[in-house]
């Protein structure tokens, strides 16, 4: 009989547990759903975004950048592609909360949407066929063919050439297949970038010409009035660069630290 007490309390104490237990959980889940930071890029600018062949998975630096920052924010971070042009619009609605993707920050940007402090000096470079021996600078391009990727700085260098007929496409890789297929005298596109094409293959078809145009720096996009959210990615992004991380994430993508 005493045994049977003894078993019988144990048995509705391990009930008891068992039922608080489960209610303490779902509670806790209720409480603190896991935050979700909505990122968007265009991932036909490697090494800074792109897509690795076979695999839904984007890398790069931009890529590791934000999964660091969004780590260091406490949040879980969702990358969705776009078309670069859609990237400013689809923060301002709403649909996404962060743009990272090589963005230079321009004075028309800055009035369109937040801006964050710059994470990466870049530049303009122009790129030709391998064996065009007329065009040797952005000066020779007066009148002639020239394709960038829409709605970026490149294509608004591209056009401010004088006479010259610019194609903007969607994507870099149509944008480097034109020069190729010869549809377009030149790309304009950023240093970084062309250098790490030509690096892959591209000097079997193409080269750069001139120097590296005027600096640009990239920062990471955010809906123009998140002043929040921006403030909270700057912190990160500083903490990044102080312990160390920041020059761990440039050295796997760029071999060496930025001085
Ligand atoms: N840095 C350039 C710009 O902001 C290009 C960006 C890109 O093509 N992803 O316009």
């Avoid at 930071?37 to 076979?54: D, I, K, N, S």
């Avoid at 950048?65 to 990358?79: P, S, T």
């Avoid at 120097?211 to 990471?220: L, P, T």
Wanted: aromatic share 6%.
């Amino acid at each position: 009989m005493k045994k049977l007490l003894v078993f019988m309390m144990a048995a509705l104490m391990l009930v008891a547990l068992a039922v608080t237990g489960c209610g303490g959980e779902e509670k806790k889940a209720a409480e603190a759903p896991e935050k979700v930071l909505r990122v968007a890029t265009e991932p036909t600018f490697a090494p800074f975004e792109f897509q690795e062949e076979g695999s839904d998975k984007l890398s790069g630096f931009d890529m590791d950048l934000i999964r660091a920052i969004g780590a260091k924010m406490g949040y879980k971070v969702e990358i969705a592609n776009m078309g670069f042009d859609a990237l400013i619009p689809a923060l301002n609605t709403g649909n996404i909360d962060v743009a990272i993707a090589g963005m230079s920050i321009t004075d028309e940007r800055k009035q369109a949407v937040g801006m964050s402090d710059p994470y990466y000096t870049s530049g303009l470079i122009v790129m030709v066929q391998k064996d065009n021996n007329d065009i040797k600078s952005i000066e020779d391009l007066k009148g002639k063919r020239i394709a960038a990727q829409i709605g970026t700085t490149g294509a608004a260098k591209a056009h401010s050439v004088e006479g010259a007929v610019v194609t903007e496409f969607n994507t870099n890789t149509e944008s480097a297949m034109e020069l190729t297929n010869g549809g377009v005298d030149a790309v304009i596109n950023d240093s970084p970038v062309i250098g790490y094409y030509l690096a892959q293959g591209g000097s079997e078809v193409a080269k750069t010409v001139g120097d590296v145009m005027e600096a640009e720096q990239y920062g990471i996009a955010v809906k123009k009035d998140n002043t929040k959210l921006l403030e909270d990615i700057n912190k990160a992004l500083a903490e990044l660069k102080k312990d160390g991380e920041y020059d761990k994430i440039y050295k796997t993508w760029f071999g060496e630290v930025k001085k």
